[in-house]
């Protein structure tokens, strides 16, 4: 079993920025997958950005050179760096990872971009 804990969402201006965490409770390096995914009022959940085990990483189109994800190896954490915000970004954002096979998930954290 492993739990996840997002943090950092708010409310944001357009054109502000917002970081994004996600604590696992087990060490990192034993995720085959973890990602940010998000789901805006009426829409399906999508993938915004994700990191393998290889180290290898993918990025939604709509956030590519906005969105960059960070590791921080001590606190088994991955955040997710929001700059350049647009209110089309505003969704619920979860965390997920895959270990050993399975899914898991954060409980979700709103990110609210508005003027």
């Known amino acids: 079993q492993v739990q996840l804990v997002e943090s950092g969402g708010g409310v944001v201006q357009p054109g502000g920025s917002l970081r994004l965490s996600c604590a696992a409770s087990?060490?990192?390096?034993?995720?085959?997958?973890m990602g940010w995914y998000r789901q805006a009022p009426g829409k399906q959940r999508e993938l915004v950005a994700h990191?393998?085990?290889?180290?290898?990483?993918n990025y939604a189109d709509s956030v590519k050179g906005r969105f960059a994800l960070s590791r921080d190896n001590a606190k088994n954490t991955v955040d997710l760096q929001m700059n350049s915000l647009k209110r089309e970004d505003t969704a619920v954002y979860y965390c997920?990872?895959?270990?050993?096979?399975?899914?898991?998930w954060g409980q979700g954290t709103q990110v609210t971009v508005s003027s």
């Open positions: 997920k990872v895959e270990y050993l096979g399975l899914e898991f």
């Open positions: 087990k060490n990192r390096f034993s995720f085959q997958f």
């Open positions: 990191v393998r085990s290889d180290g290898s990483t």
